[in-house]
């Protein structure tokens, strides 16, 4: 079966402080892995996808993501965190590029202290 | 381009009445999903459309929710009756195709006394 495992149910950081949320996922075959965001009251934004291209990827607002295999890892990191990243954040895997269903973990919720 | 459209953005009601939500997704997007997204948790898979067909709901409780998607544009999806475990935040998303990225609306939250 596959699944996501969200590491930190909470992260708090400072301003201009880096941001680290893990997330590490079971997976049979080679997965698509996505970062979603979620703010109060607003969707679901995409911030970035692996799809088995380069296993570092950038998304938007400065994030980027890292699929390490042999860790089943795709942690989500930010060099400087900005009082606007205070949100949900969503690790998810489409368990093989041709599935249709994505998998949400439980989410992370990020607070930024100023 | 306008995203995914979704009314009402806020719902209460009693348990055992119904409730009827509704969906637009962008224009020109085949396949449709609604998600449930109980409070703390990831959203779940409750049904999934492809034009008006229906793809996988093998997680739609069948006896009280039903979802439809004529014409193969808008989409309700209703409970009926409604119980206190269906309180919950209800996402519309909407992509080109089954294996492509999903663009999700504000969701509906609805509350049940």
């Known amino acids: 079966a596959q699944s996501v495992t969200q590491l930190d149910s909470h992260v708090s950081v400072s301003e201009g402080t880096p941001v680290l949320l893990r997330c590490n996922y079971s997976s049979s075959y080679s997965p698509s892995l996505f970062w979603y965001v979620q703010h109060p009251n607003k969707g679901l934004q995409l911030l970035l996808k692996?799809?088995?291209?380069?296993?570092l990827v950038k998304g938007i607002n400065g994030f980027e993501a890292e699929f390490k295999k042999s860790e089943t890892s795709f942690h989500l990191t930010k060099p400087s965190a900005h009082m606007s990243d205070a949100a949900e954040y969503f690790c998810?895997?489409?368990?093989?590029?041709?599935?249709?269903?994505?998998?949400f973990g439980q989410g992370t919720r990020l607070t930024i202290n100023p | 381009e306008a995203g995914v459209a979704q009314s009402p953005r806020y719902k209460i009601i009693e348990k055992r009445q119904s409730v009827a939500f509704w969906c637009n997704p962008i224009s020109g997007h085949a396949t449709l999903y609604w998600y449930q997204q109980i409070l703390g948790q990831g959203p779940k898979l409750l049904i999934q459309f492809q034009n008006n067909g229906v793809v996988d709901d093998s997680q739609l409780p069948k006896d009280r929710f039903s979802a439809e998607r004529l014409k193969g544009v808008d989409s309700t999806l209703k409970i009926q009756p409604a119980k206190l475990e269906d309180s919950a935040v209800y996402l519309c998303?909407?992509?080109?195709?089954?294996?492509?990225?999903?663009?999700f609306g504000p969701g509906t939250r609805l509350t049940v006394l």
């Open positions: 998810v895997v489409k368990p093989f590029q041709g599935a249709q269903k994505l998998v």
């Open positions: 998303a909407s992509g080109l195709g089954v294996t492509d990225t999903q663009y």
């Open positions: 692996y799809t088995s291209a380069a296993t």
